[in-house]
């Protein structure tokens, strides 16, 4: 900005005018380079992305995970070749042989914004609406964040997060959840740049997308405004991001009217949408915007002045803010060591010994209670944790005494969020205050209802967020409110995510366990499938062992005929079932089997002492057998939905008693007499 400042204004719109340029020629010829990719929205949003970037936005290219950077978000993922130009004309560890290698194999520029591999990316976009909702995440943490550690005039942390969104981003119903959020909590330091250029894929907005949007934001609490021209009014971009930033009670949506692909002969179509422009429209864009159509990848020399100047004022406001930072631990040492130790991913030390422990004397309780129970020595034990739940609280259990404070407009501070029934807004939110880091989230709602929620669960796992999903009701046995809500499926499914740690616990060590697990699962997220129903504490269970995905908790008689292996409630299901089978004369292991990923991860060997070579093994679980043909020879399981009936009902109407488990069990043996093939998932061989 000190560039700008210095110049004449003739010079200014002159220099503003060729990096704006740039960008468009820039963009197009990544795209075309690819022969893949989206044109359209990078070279009309070009404006945008400068005024951003060029003059509006506080980054260091040079330190890109600064803990006060403002956090930028291109919610059109589809447009990335729009933000991978940016970047690297920033600055940022991004080369001009990188924009040339777009959408290639192993590349840094992938065809959508991947944060795990472009340095810069903050969240993972390309399903639309789940940028702009992970942006609400992101200044739920920075709010929360800076009314914890700013003290007197330390503003440690003091950032904005700024969105670019499409037409798309907004149809979709997760960024109507998180933006009702927003609004209703007053997120003064969000600001969303809506891209109105009137195309999506199938033609004209007109088509399906007749709405006032700025009414319905408006009705949600937030700030609007329009900029008429944002192809060539570069001022107007500036002024409303202006105003939007001195707007500090509510979060700011700017509905830019732009014109998509702008200097293309197929601009302000859908045509130019997905597509190349292709070699002689390229040529004529070149043409038209001042570069030679017989050059590609052109960054004029005041350009690169320009950024290069920005990436120097960026690096100097990093470098002050690490001076600042240093007053501000000599002013408040333990304030100043405890966020610093929440942005490096540290755990206090001896949090875990705060874990509850049980014995097998202990009364049974269902294992959202025991969560509830954790919760409850977790929160305060880690001020870093924040979360809530989606209008289930009382079922969830998730609020706990030392959530003195809700998140809300007047106590940021609080730690306890209340979601509303917005089970996708309420991951999609999770999933952005993980990005921002410093803080753990988690967020609660019924096992059945993470259905809502796959989406942004997926991109948890995608983008190795530190999301702890606590869902509850996990099974038949939450009884009379019948099949919409009993899961049957759910926990195959989200068993199928690669890079996601679902741990469905028998009892109170194996929650706390769960807990455990999670907290220090850095790299993903953790599903925690938690019961209504009571489990009572099982002999020789432990909270470490849970880490091992699988355990005997039975080992039987001597020679051992068939293994029942359990999960959640079900484990003390197989314990009576074995105790029939001993009574018969066929000797029974039982093993709880908390978690096939954390299973999966043990060497070999200890899989073949859990599940010796020869002996038949019979899942039970109240869930569809799918996946359960990896670790088993036959399944005690519901391939149907389930039924409206009494919890202890509904178990015995689908066969989960301890003589119908028994009397399978027995059938397994018999038919293998001792010879059963190892499963797949027991001795790891991959073919």
């Known amino acids: 900005m000190s560039q ?41 949003c070009a404006p945008i992305a400068h005024v951003l970037f060029g003059e509006v936005m506080k980054f260091s290219p040079s330190n890109p995970k600064w803990v006060d950077r403002d956090r ?18 920033s600055g940022y560890d991004l080369s001009m042989d990188d924009l ?27 399903p639309l609406g789940q940028g702009i909702s992970n942006a609400v995440g992101l200044a739920i943490a920075e709010r929360h964040l800076a009314s914890v550690f700013n003290k007197d005039a330390h503003n440690v942390i003091d950032h904005f997060t700024y969105v670019l969104c499409g037409d798309g981003c907004l149809q979709e119903g997760v960024s109507s959840e998180a933006s009702s959020l927003a609004g209703h909590l007053g997120l003064g330091k969000l600001v969303v740049l809506y891209d109105d ?100 990848f052109v960054v004029p020399a005041e350009v690169q002045s320009f950024y290069a100047d920005r990436k120097t004022a960026g690096d100097a406001a990093q470098a002050a803010w690490t001076k600042a930072f240093g007053a501000y631990s000599a002013a408040h040492p333990e304030l100043a060591a405890q966020l610093a130790g929440q942005f490096e991913g540290k755990l206090p030390a001896g949090w875990d010994s705060e874990l509850p422990t049980y014995s097998d004397t202990d009364g049974a309780q269902a294992t959202r209670k025991y969560s509830h129970h954790a919760l409850a020595k977790l929160i305060p034990a880690i001020p870093a944790m924040i979360g809530g739940s989606a209008d289930l609280t009382p079922s969830n259990l998730t609020r706990v005494p030392a959530h003195d404070a809700d998140f809300s407009k007047t106590t940021p501070n609080g730690r306890y969020l209340r979601f509303g029934v917005r089970e996708h807004g309420m991951a999609a939110v999770c999933n952005g205050m993980a990005a921002h880091g410093g803080l753990i989230p988690f ?37 009379e409110d019948g099949p919409t809500h009993q899961p049957v499926e759910t926990l195959a499914t989200l068993r199928a995510m690669p890079n996601h740690v679902v741990i469905r616990p028998a009892d109170g060590n194996e929650t706390s366990g769960a807990f455990k697990i999670a907290l220090n699962n850095k790299t993903g997220p953790t599903t925690l499938a938690l019961s209504r129903q009571n489990c009572i504490n099982i002999p020789g269970s432990s909270i470490d062992v849970v880490a091992k995905g699988a355990y005997v908790v039975s ?31 066929l000797p029974t292991r039982v093993v709880s089997f908390p978690s096939w990923e954390l299973f999966e991860n043990q060497p070999v060997e200890y899989r073949a002492e859990v599940f ?30 389930g039924t409206s009936a009494p919890g202890p009902k509904a178990f ?8 119908k488990v028994a009397e399978k069990a027995k059938k397994v043996a018999e038919h293998f007499k001792g010879a059963a093939p190892v499963p797949a998932g027991v001795h790891g061989l991959t073919f």
């Not at 859908?270 to 070699?279: I, N, Q, S």
């Open 555 to 585: 080992q039987g008689s001597a020679g051992t005929k068939v293994i029942l292996a359990a999960t959640g409630s079900e484990v003390q299901l197989a314990i009576k079932a074995a105790a029939l089978l001993e009574e018969a004369g």
């Open 612 to 641: 010796p070579e020869g002996i038949p093994i019979v899942a039970v679980e109240a869930a569809c057998s799918t996946g359960w043909e990896r670790y088993s020879h036959a399944q005690v399981s519901i391939n149907t939905f």
């Open 197 to 296: 250029n009137q195309i999506q894929i199938d033609g004209g907005t007109d088509l399906a997308f007749g709405e006032d949007v700025l009414a319905r934001y408006a009705a949600y609490g937030w700030h609007t405004s329009t900029v008429a021209n944002g192809d060539t009014d570069f001022e107007a971009i500036r002024k409303a991001i202006d105003a939007a930033k001195a707007v500090t009670d509510k979060p700011s949506i700017i509905k830019v009217r732009t014109t998509i692909g702008l200097g293309s002969a197929k601009q302000a179509t859908a045509k130019v949408h997905g597509a190349p422009l292709g070699t002689d429209d390229i040529a004529a864009v070149k043409t038209k915007y001042g570069f030679s159509p017989s050059e590609s």
């Open 72 to 89: 930028f978000v291109l919610s059109n993922g589809h447009a990335c070749a729009l933000q991978y130009a940016m970047l690297h004309l």
């Open 443 to 479: 967020g609660a709602t019924f096992l059945v209802f993470s259905g809502y929620a796959l989406g942004s669960i997926r991109l948890s796992a995608l983008s190795g967020f530190q999301v702890i999903y606590v869902m509850t009701h996990d099974s038949i046995g939450l009884g």
């Open 100 to 126: 040339k290698n777009f959408r290639q194999l192993g590349s840094k520029t992938p065809g959508h914004p991947e944060n795990h591999i472009t340095t810069g990316i903050e969240v993972s976009t390309g």
């Open 4 to 44: 700008l400042k210095r110049a004449k204004p003739t010079d200014i719109m002159a220099t503003t005018t060729k990096c704006v340029d740039t960008i468009r020629v820039l963009a197009a010829d990544t795209v075309e380079k690819a022969k893949s990719g989206h044109p359209g929205a990078p070279m009309g």
């Open 652 to 659: 015995e109407h689908f066969g989960y008693t301890p003589e």
